[in-house]
């Protein structure tokens, strides 16, 4: 009689919507997503300047504003509060077997500030856009991240398909982000989600310096003409 195979180690994710007491993880996160990106050097943000401009008090309602979500892992089942379920956006539990046990070296760092042994292992940033062709709101995903410890275990996934959810659930009429032209694996990874890469468009920005001089025109002007 042949041996049982043995268990596989799996790991409980959790999906649900961040708040203040997030943000520092929110940062760091951030701070290894611009590191990944090659693009440390646009990277400005502070704790502080995320708390005020992503956590009005009062919040607004998710998916009609700046949205959040953050993704935590935990190595025993998560239970959800009803505090949670009970701000518009119920979270999301996943359970999920892994091939062999990770090995996570930054999870003291990345805390959940619920407690509970909590860990954060990625986030989702968006908010809402408009299409004047189709004449119907849509959602555009600035960032998603996930730390490269808990890469290629579909937890990209979970997140993109929870903002397409609420996005379908709302009556939008698109979701949008932007991906680096040499990330093969995301575009590979978009794709296989049924995202059409868009090669003929370019990304426009004014930004810094560039933008300033259009207030200091239209103070000297007086009349708003650019």
Known sequence: MSAPAPERPEIWARLRLADRRDVPNIHRLIRQMAEFELLTDLFS???SSLSSTLFPSPPLPPFLSFTVLILELSPSPIPCSDDESNQGFRPILRRIALESTVDDPEAPSFASP????????GFVLCFPNYSTFMARP???VEDIFVREAWRRLGMGRMM???VAREAAKIGCGRVEWCVLD?????ISFYEE???EVMPQWRIC???GEALRRYAAVD???GSGQI
């Open 45 to 47: 943000a502070t704790e």
């Open 114 to 121: 619920r407690g509970g042994g909590l860990v954060a292992a």
């Open 138 to 140: 849509g959602i555009y």
């Open 160 to 162: 993109l398909a929870a």
């Open 182 to 186: 040499w990330n093969k694996n995301a």
């Open 193 to 195: 989600m049924g995202a």
């Open 205 to 207: 920005r004014l930004a």
């Open 219 to 221: 103070e000297e002007s």
